[in-house]
């Protein structure tokens, strides 16, 4: 998460930081990921999520490309103090002293395409298309995905924290490993009849509602010039937990 901010007139837009490590990365788990799954698990990926496995890997790929894509939506103001400067000139030299005033901070609100966009695109498709061609009893179904992003959601808005300058941050691993337990205790309970479409659907929507939009009442409190929701902190927990808990899910269901 970045930021924007007026200061003396003067608009400053702070975007996420853009480390080649952090990508070099993701595209490693990208690209290690997709030839596991191409070779291991592609009757798995077909007969589960009920994808190609050629759409899975291009959507992993733009998940990846697109967590440095955000589009703007609004902006929210507060009041609160503002660091600014004021140059001083004395013998030739010029003095930067730095004064705290109260004034209006301006927070930008985006959505980011790869941590919001296309979990949601995808959520659509597989609640809307995939679910009822599999399932025979559709609004069970809808109604176990419920449960689960309900799960989700809630524990996920419990571990996530906002880091204030900054935006909101969850445990990468988190997400994942609470989707797993939901849609296992779910399984318990009414046993699912597509597994994989529901940790895909519970899990990244539910982590996009307990990090993101359950928070979006405290953007004021966190005095960061930009929020991008599904972006920065709460990425990693999207992005992994279509990646992570779907193949978990496979795997022990």
Not at 218 to 235: H, I, K
């Amino acid at each position: 998460m970045g930021g924007l901010g007026v200061v003396e007139g003067r608009r400053r837009v702070v975007f996420r930081p853009f480390s080649f490590l952090y990508l070099a990365l993701l595209a490693f788990l990208y690209v290690s990921t997709v030839s596991f799954v191409m070779v291991f698990f592609r009757r798995l990926m077909v007969e589960g999520v009920g994808v190609p496995p050629e759409a899975f890997g291009l959507v992993m790929f733009v998940s990846l490309f697109g967590s440095f894509v955000n589009i703007p939506v609004t902006s929210v103001e507060s009041r609160g103090p503002v660091v600014v400067e004021r140059e001083v000139r004395l013998f030739w030299v010029t003095w930067r002293v730095p004064r705290v005033v109260m004034g209006v901070r301006r927070t930008l609100v985006s959505v980011n395409v790869g941590g919001a966009v296309v979990p949601v695109v995808i959520s659509l498709y597989l609640l809307f298309v995939s679910i009822p061609g599999r399932s025979p009893d559709v609004v069970l179904s809808f109604v176990r995905v419920a449960v689960v992003l309900v799960l989700v959601a809630f524990s996920v808005h419990r571990m996530a924290r906002l880091v204030r300058g900054l935006g909101i941050a969850t445990p990468a691993f988190g997400p994942p490993l609470v989707t797993v337990l939901a849609v296992l205790l779910v399984d318990v309970v009414s046993p699912l009849v597509c597994p994989a479409q529901v940790a895909y659907v519970g899990g990244t929507l539910g982590t996009l509602v307990g990090a993101d939009l359950l928070n979006l009442g405290r953007l004021s409190e966190l005095g960061a010039p930009v929020v991008s929701v599904g972006g920065a902190g709460t990425f990693d927990g999207i992005y992994l937990t279509g990646l992570v808990s779907v193949l978990l899910v496979l795997l022990l269901l």
